[in-house]
T-cell receptor, first 118, second 114 residues
């Protein structure tokens, strides 16, 4: 079974501060990794994804994440946050071992709430 | 945004009543999913479908059933709603033919069981 752990439940930053949100996963095989963002009252939107290749992945709105296979980690970073980044962030993993039911299930972390103070 | 419509968007009902939530997609994607989102739990998979009439259980399937009679529609039914099923429900779709597609989410249904 796969699992995801997000280290921080709530992070509070001032505008222009740097951001790093931790994500570790557990899975004994090849994975796809995702970060989703959920703005207040909205649905989840894909920020960035890693499938293969360069472990440093760039996403939308200046976010990036680095896949470190040896640490089973996929931390999200942004050099300078803005008030508009206030949202909840979810890390997710999809194990690529064929499940037999034809579906590669996505497992989410519990989320990290980011509050950016102007 | 992916063509996913969830209905209703909000519902309040009483314990013991049946409830059906609908997810409709216009993308012709093969895979559809129902999640519930609760504070401190993130998103948890209830059921998913990998084709018409093909469904399987997720992590938190007790008390829920699903049906998929057409590619575009995936229904989630609470046969006898309980207060513990008060939650926000999200539908998602994906197409994995090339194994490089993420899941896209609908806008959610906020369900309150009194």
């Amino acid at each position: 079974a796969q699992s995801v752990s997000q280290h921080n439940h709530h992070v509070i930053l001032s505008e222009a501060a740097s951001l790093e949100l931790g994500c570790n996963y557990s899975y004994g095989g090849t994975v796809n990794l995702f970060w989703y963002v959920q703005y207040p009252g909205q649905h989840l939107q894909l920020l960035l994804k890693y499938f293969s290749g360069d472990p440093l992945v760039k996403g939308i709105k200046g976010f990036e994440a680095e896949f470190i296979k040896s640490k089973f980690s996929f931390n999200l970073r942004k050099p300078s946050v803005q008030w508009s980044d206030t949202a909840e962030y979810f890390c997710a993993v999809r194990g690529l071992r064929y499940s037999g039911a034809g579906s590669y299930q996505l497992t989410f972390g519990k989320g990290t709430k980011l509050s950016v103070i102007p | 945004d992916a063509g996913i419509t969830q209905s209703p968007r909000h519902k309040v009902t009483e314990t013991g009543t049946p409830v059906t939530l609908r997810c409709h997609q216009t993308e012709n994607h093969r895979y559809m999913y129902w999640y519930r989102q609760d504070p401190g739990h993130g998103l948890r998979l209830i059921h998913y479908s990998y084709g018409v009439k093909d469904t399987d259980k997720g992590e938190v399937s007790d008390g829920y059933s699903v049906s998929r009679s057409k590619t575009e529609d995936f229904l989630l039914t609470l046969e006898s709603a309980t207060s513990s099923q008060t939650s926000v429900y999200f539908c998602a779709i994906s197409e994995l033919r090339d194994k490089n597609q993420p899941q896209h989410f609908g806008d959610g249904t906020r369900l309150s069981i009194l």
